[in-house]
């Protein structure tokens, strides 16, 4: 069960659509990033903090579930949790919703922690872990 | 094994990058399904025609492994095989490697057969499994 | 001076970026479009209900001047207005701000209304005219 | 007339498409920035170069005239070249045409030269100038 959830709001544009008339399955990546730098701001230890420090935070695995379309100016919600931060990784598990509460779309993203003197992975230093883990 | 296998080509934009100096994890998935939609033109059955047919072809999974970083400029290309079209769904695997071999990202799209008319997940026409299927 | 205006606010996400470390010029428009349609949300004759009515408003010109850069996790807002609706075209005039009001982006960009039946320019129906116009 | 022309090739992808069934009036400016960093490669002035040197080449305006759509799979081209070379300042235009010749849409791009260590706008080295000079 992931902790230190957060909800992320967003309508869906135009732009996303794609000819099928639903969101190009190429753009919740992009709403997933938004929802999981949201939870971090909210639990205080922001990217944009987190790359001053001298860390990068790649993405090296993404795995989606499409479970229903989504359709132009739809209003969704993103709820993302935090389930695992170990070593130099951290996974946050997501869940995409409509308005009825159906699930849109699933993610699984996992992140390294990456010097960016070095650009090897490394652990994250005490104050982003302790905000972090609490798992 | 993938069979059905087709080389893609590309070269990485300067609006693929992020200010990580990579290319951002988003956008991997628009070059797969260029070499996919590339790979089904090869093998006879291009995607524009299974639409004219009433067919769409959703992507309902996605995964990637992100391997190493991929830079502006750069020339990729991704390797992409079918590897299971069973009942409504296809499983197309893909390699993305750079000029020295290595590889970059690999990526597992499943796709579902669903009628443009009733919405519901089908089978494909007999034609194309035929020209997709050999496995 | 532009009639019915409105504002939109977003925030710069790291996918918006590029290698120079800001938004990449080809995102803006993007920006623009939500900024847009939350306009004509507003005004009272959305979009989604503009395409149900048989017309399709595609982008024909788009000017952008880009002022100051636009940086992850800013928050920037865009004021946009009707400047002119005239025939089969209406022009919409946006600028975009950042935090302290400087002016980062202005666009203008022409719409042209066209029947998705015939294909064609066409006047918009009286009641789409009567909210938009008021010029 | 522009000087130092050069052709880019490219096919529209499905992500490029809209529920308009048309490629997103976004996605052009993407387009014509692979054609200009096509063009300047093939003049000998690699972007890549440029950055590494110390220089960085914002697109401080941006015209588009949308003439004809743009569909899945079309094979369309893009034809730029350099109109104006001027102080800190760099004026590509660029025509994209599908495989009938009708012009599909033309830009004129307006890039400024700017010290990656100062952060002003500058005039560029002797080499570039030279290269992309010639008018």
Same mark, same amino acid.
């Given at each position: 069960m992931p902790v230190n959830q957060d909800i992320f709001n967003f309508r869906v544009t135009y732009a996303d659509t794609d000819q099928m008339g639903v969101m190009h399955h190429s753009n919740y990546l992009r709403y997933?990033?938004?929802? %999981?730098?949201? +939870?971090? %701001?909210?639990?205080? @230890? *922001?990217?944009?903090?987190?790359?001053?420090?001298? +860390?990068?935070?790649? #993405?090296?695995?993404?795995?989606l579930d499409y479970k229903k379309t989504a359709h132009y100016d739809q209003?969704?919600?993103?709820? *993302?949790?935090? *389930?695992?931060?170990?070593?130099? %990784? +951290? +996974? #946050?598990?997501? @869940?995409? %919703?409509?308005?009825?509460?159906? #699930? @849109?779309?699933? *993610?699984?993203i996992t992140l390294a922690y990456v010097s960016k003197i070095t650009g090897k992975a490394c652990r994250p230093p005490a104050l982003i872990k302790s905000k972090l883990l609490n798992i």
């Open positions: 997933f990033e938004m929802a %999981r730098h949201k +939870l971090m %701001r909210t639990i205080g @230890v *922001s990217y944009a903090e987190i790359e001053k420090g001298g +860390l990068a935070m790649p #993405v090296i695995r993404a795995l209003e969704l919600k993103i709820e *993302s949790g935090i *389930s695992l931060n170990k070593g130099p %990784r +951290l +996974l #946050v598990e997501a @869940v995409m %919703r409509n308005k009825a509460g159906e #699930v @849109v779309c699933t *993610s699984a």
